[in-house]
């Protein structure tokens, strides 16, 4: 008789996530300093602008619109991240549910909706992308409306929210198509990369490796504090 799955919640990083979430405001605030100290010289000194450097005068202009631009993306990017956003995951026995920050489901995906991939010689893998900030997801394959094995990505990478127990979210998804849905074919490079061999210990926590990030992140936040003070020095 097998053992009854284990549900596994998401957790947040608190303490990178609230580290991020400074330095991001820490930019704004910078960015603020600029185009105020930009509109200022302009305003002092347009005239002079005017009569003698016309050119300048516009590239100055289109490169405070460019910030302002900016500043505005930023903003609106941190002040709507809870509105229809992931924040929240739970794997149980029936498949993983994806919940915004006030518990409203907004996607599930479960075990018997997945499908078997026409052209792969697997059905669930591990992806990771290769660009400047690499991240992981398990493609696994559902049907669509009309019908179809569609290929589907499964993702807790949430957005402005990094988790402490992410491997382990993937690897608990695994277990249960293995558990679940032993029909269904997981790569050889992903059952070795997260231990999914009968009666496997659970994978150790990266408890050092999430304290690492953290201190990252809270060096990285005390620099652009620095770097503000000094803007500070400079324009006032």
């Not at 200022?40 to 050119?55: A, K, P, V």
């Not at 405070?64 to 794997?91: E, S």
């Not at 019908?147 to 382990?168: A, K, M, P, R, W």
């Not at 029909?183 to 050889?188: E, G, N, R, T």
Request: net charge positive; aromatic share 14%.
């Amino acid at each position: 008789m097998k053992e009854k799955f284990q549900t596994i919640v998401s957790k947040v990083n608190k303490t990178a996530t609230y580290s991020l979430m400074g330095i991001m405001w820490i930019a704004i605030i910078m960015i603020i300093m600029v185009i105020g100290t930009v509109f200022e010289n302009m305003y002092n000194n347009i005239s002079q602008y005017f009569e003698n450097d016309l050119g300048t005068f516009s590239l100055l202009v289109i490169a405070l619109i460019l910030l302002i631009l900016c500043c505005l993306a930023l903003i609106l990017a941190l002040t709507n991240r809870k509105k229809g956003k992931i924040r929240k995951a739970i794997i149980n026995e029936k498949g993983v549910t994806f919940y915004d920050s006030r518990d409203n489901i907004i996607n599930t995906i479960l075990y018997s909706e997945l499908q078997q991939s026409i052209n792969l010689s697997h059905d669930a893998y591990m992806y990771s992308t290769t660009s400047r900030y690499p991240k992981s997801y398990l493609n696994v394959f559902l049907r669509n409306k009309a019908g179809e094995s569609v290929l589907t990505s499964i993702d807790f990478n949430f957005e402005y929210v990094l988790l402490s127990n992410q491997i382990e979210m993937y690897r608990q998804f695994l277990i249960g198509i293995q558990y679940f849905r032993p029909d269904l074919k997981i790569s050889q490079q992903t059952i070795k990369e997260y231990d999914l061999y009968p009666d496997s210990p659970p994978m150790k926590k990266y408890e050092k490796f999430d304290l690492f990030i953290s201190a990252f992140i809270f060096l990285v936040g005390l620099g652009l504090i620095y770097v503000l003070i000094l803007l500070v020095r400079i324009l006032f």
